[in-house]
């Protein structure tokens, strides 16, 4: 089971933990982006970009077996951060959609480009799976 890292005194985040600790097998997703299965981009919105991402990471915990709660650690790349800020009210439900009600330790960085010229956004995630008890 992982486990929240909250320190005393601090200001509750909204959507990541400050932290997690975790034992067990180690999942680690390579940069997933907004691409389908075929690599082949949909579309050029964001908000989509970033359903489909979150929907690649979640196909690779699966195939790991691991789902979303096994999550410790989310990182974003995106090629605009202000989009990103402006957007938040329709990234929130996207990312509850696919993710759910779960919320590992997440970092997120604007970077200058992504190696696939459509890309706007791309996650990597690191899961763990709790040993059997």
């Known amino acids: 089971m992982n486990q929240s890292l909250q320190p005393e005194g601090w200001t509750a985040p909204k959507g990541y933990a400050n932290g997690v600790a975790a034992r067990g097998t180690q999942i680690y997703v390579g ?8 690599q082949q981009f949909e579309t050029d919105d964001f908000i989509e970009q970033c359903r489909q991402t979150l929907q690649n990471v979640v ?18 790349y995106v090629i605009d951060r202000v989009e990103y800020n402006a957007r ?15 919320f590992p330790a ?20 690191t899961a763990v799976v709790p040993d059997a008890a």
Do not use: F, S
Request: hydrophobic share 45%; charged share 25%.
């Open 88 to 102: 938040l009210k329709e990234l929130g439900p996207v990312y509850r959609d696919v993710i759910g009600r779960h």
């Open 31 to 38: 940069g997933q982006i907004g691409w389908n299965a075929q």
């Open 59 to 76: 196909a690779v915990l699966k195939a790991g077996g691991a789902g979303p709660e096994h999550m410790v650690r989310m990182t974003w």
């Open 106 to 125: 997440m970092t997120c960085v604007q970077v200058a480009a992504l190696m696939e010229d459509r890309a706007k956004v791309e996650i990597e995630v």
